[in-house]
């Protein structure tokens, strides 16, 4: 299984980013997948998820009405488009794959998870 994160960067205070994530070795459709992020000195922390068919999404109050997360079942993605980026948002983002049926924003429920890719946003 491998989860190969990417679009990752600089960006300044309220820019925007979409970071992706491919997906294979599994099956994609079968697996809810989450992001989550850890910050420099910080425990790593959740971030979205979305459900195996993309019906549910669950999001961290930090987040809400920010990020949005999608799946792309024919491309075995999965996306985090980010508006309104602010100065916290820094850090080293992870997606992550976990079988069971519902979302989870425990990291401890995930089962694979990719290298990460960082987001710097500078104010």
């Known amino acids: 299984v491998q989860l190969q994160a990417s679009g990752g960067g600089l960006v300044q205070a309220g820019d925007s980013l979409r970071l992706s994530c491919a997906a294979s070795?599994?099956?994609?459709?079968?697996?809810?997948m989450g992001w989550f992020r850890q910050a420099p000195g910080k425990e790593r922390e959740f971030v979205a998820a979305?459900?195996?068919?993309?019906?549910?999404?669950r999001y961290a109050d930090s987040v809400k009405g920010r990020f949005t997360i999608s799946r792309d079942s024919a491309k075995n993605t999965v996306y985090l488009q980010m508006n309104s980026l602010k100065p916290e948002d820094t850090a080293v983002y992870y997606c992550?794959?976990?079988?069971?049926?519902?979302?989870?924003?425990?990291?401890?429920?995930?089962?694979?998870w990719g290298q990460g890719t960082l987001v710097t946003v500078s104010s």
């Open positions: 992550a794959a976990n079988r069971n049926v519902l979302i989870s924003i425990s990291s401890v429920s995930y089962d694979y």
């Open positions: 070795g599994l099956a994609f459709s079968r697996y809810v």
């Open positions: 979305i459900s195996r068919i993309g019906g549910n999404t």
